[in-house]
C-alpha cells in the first residue's frame, strides 16, 4: 500500500509529539541522554527562531521527522552583515531513516528558504550526512570562527552561486543555542524515563566537533 508523505509547517498542536520525536532520535546519539528536544521547547520563543521555517513530515498523517530554522549572520572584514540561516534540531524517528525521509525534508526546506529571500545556510554536522545535500566546508567559503578557525563541522551551502563571492566572513551563532543545561534536566522531570548510556557514535562526535580545518 502506498504511504502518503506529507510535509507542512508546524502547528502549535504538534509541539510536544514534535519534542517527543526529537528526543527519541537523539537520544544517546552525541552524549549519553541528549538535549535537543529542549532545545525545540526553547527555541520556539527566541526571536531568531523563523515559524515560517519549522516543518514536519508526516507518513500516513503521523510526524515522523522535523527540521527548524534559526536567523543568525556573517560579518566581512569592514563590518558589513549578511543575514543567513542555520536549522537544527533536524531529525527522522530511527525506524524511518536511510529511506530518503531526510533528504526529502531538506531539500523542500531549502526551496522554501530561498523563496524567503535567504541565499546562505551553516549549519555544524557530521559532514557525511550532509555533503550529498550541496553542504561544503567552511574553508571553501572562507567562513570561520572570530578566532580564525574553521571547524571541520562547519559547513556552508549557497543557495544562490558565488553569493559569498570569495570574501572572509565570521560567522556569530544565534543565542538561541545557548542552552541551560540545568534546565534541560529539569525539563527531562516527567518525561519518560530512558535509559542514558556510551556508544561509538559519542567518540565520532567528539573528533567531528573538537577538528579544524588548516
Request: proline share 4%; charged share 30%.
Amino acid at each position: 500500500m502506498r504511504q502518503i508523505v506529507k510535509i507542512r509547517n508546524e502547528e502549535e498542536t504538534d509541539y510536544e509529539k514534535v519534542e517527543e520525536i526529537t528526543r527519541i532520535a537523539f537520544w544517546n546519539l552525541y552524549i549519553p541522554g541528549c538535549i535537543e528536544h529542549y532545545l525545540v521547547h526553547v527555541m520556539r520563543s527566541h526571536k531568531d527562531f523563523l515559524p515560517e521555517l519549522a516543518l514536519v513530515l508526516e507518513v500516513d498523517n503521523q510526524i515522523i521527522g522535523n527540521i527548524m530554522y534559526t536567523k543568525t549572520k556573517l560579518v566581512d572584514e569592514s563590518g558589513e552583515e549578511k543575514s543567513i540561516l542555520t536549522f537544527g534540531p533536524v531529525c527522522i524517528l530511527p525506524e524511518y531513516q536511510r529511506k530518503g525521509y531526510g533528504k526529502k525534508l531538506l531539500e523542500y526546506s531549502f526551496e522554501q528558504a530561498a523563496l524567503l529571500g535567504y541565499d546562505v545556510i551553516v549549519i555544524f554536522g557530521n559532514p557525511n550526512n550532509y555533503v550529498s545535500r550541496g553542504f561544503k566546508s567552511c574553508k571553501k567559503y572562507n567562513v570561520c570562527h572570530e578566532n580564525g578557525i574553521y571547524p571541520a563541522a562547519m559547513m556552508v551551502k549557497e543557495l544562490k552561486p558565488d553569493v559569498l563571492d570569495g570574501r572572509k566572513w565570521v560567522y556569530y551563532q544565534s543565542p538561541a543555542f545557548e542552552i541551560d543545561e540545568q534546565e534541560a534536566e529539569r525539563f527531562d522531570v516527567g518525561l519518560e524515563i530512558l535509559e542514558k548510556k556510551y556508544q561509538p557514535s559519542h567518540e565520532e562526535f567528539y573528533i567531528h566537533s573538537h577538528s579544524i580545518i588548516q
